[in-house]
């Protein structure tokens, strides 16, 4: 089955600490994996996917295909960060198969 | 990219009617599709909304319930029909850039509650 995890609901972190956002997911196939950001107020934007393999707002997230993770890391965490994260799963076609969302709190 | 514009942006509803919600594209998208997100939960693909025919529902969801137009590349509708207070939700309009496993751009939601 297709599927993705996000196992924490809610993360609260002080600000300048290491954050860990964790994701695995379940699918058979060659996966594309996204992270999606939903900051208070706006909509839903796409924060990084794993092909482009880039540094967004300091966070990275690196595809681990033998634990099937792609958790989504920040050595420093900042209060700008705090938010929803969602990460996502592409499965070769056109639906995208969104994890439950994590909750980020950065505290000041 | 595509921008995305939404209405209602929100509205309040009686139990038994019917909203109709506009999504509107700045660009021709081949690929639109409808989420529910409901309080505390994640996104919920409703629907893929087909240009020029009928749309490809998820599992749980029908076109009785949920009927959707897609009259051209830049435009559709979802009506949420015969609502309870279970429809409470905000409803998203999202559009593919690009080909498969590509970027979905989100519109900004409908906020629907129902009494």
């Known amino acids: 089955a297709q599927r993705v995890t996000q196992p924490e609901k809610l993360l609260s972190v002080f600000k300048g600490a290491p954050v860990e956002l964790k994701c695995n997911y379940s699918?058979?196939?060659?996966?594309?994996l996204f992270w999606y950001v939903q900051y208070s107020r706006q909509r839903l934007q796409l924060l990084l996917r794993?092909?482009s393999r880039e540094s967004i707002k300091g966070f990275t997230a690196d595809l681990n295909k033998g634990e099937t993770s792609f958790h989504l890391k920040k050595p420093f965490a900042q209060e700008e960060d705090s938010a929803m994260y969602y990460c996502?799963?592409?499965?070769?076609?056109?639906?995208?198969?969104f994890g439950a969302g994590t909750r980020l709190f950065v505290k000041a | 990219s595509a921008v995305i514009s939404q209405k209602p942006s929100r509205d309040i509803c009686q139990r038994g009617t019917s909203l109709t919600i506009q999504c509107q594209v700045d660009?021709?998208?081949?690929?639109m599709f409808w989420y529910r997100q409901q309080p505390g939960q994640s996104l919920t693909l409703i629907a893929t909304?087909?240009?020029?025919?009928?749309?490809?529902?998820e599992s749980g969801f029908v076109i009785d319930k949920f009927p959707i137009s897609r009259p051209n590349l830049t435009f559709s509708t979802l009506t949420v029909s015969n609502m309870s207070p279970e429809d409470s939700s905000i409803y998203l309009c999202?559009?593919?850039?690009?080909?498969?496993?590509?970027?979905?751009?989100f519109g900004p939601g409908t906020r629907l509650t129902v009494l």
């Open positions: 999202s559009v593919l850039a690009g080909g498969r496993n590509n970027e979905q751009f």
């Open positions: 699918y058979s196939g060659s996966p594309e």
């Open positions: 794993h092909i």
């Open positions: 996502a799963l592409g499965t070769g076609g056109f639906k995208t198969i």
């Open positions: 660009s021709q998208v081949t690929m």
């Open positions: 909304a087909n240009q020029g025919s009928e749309a490809t529902y």
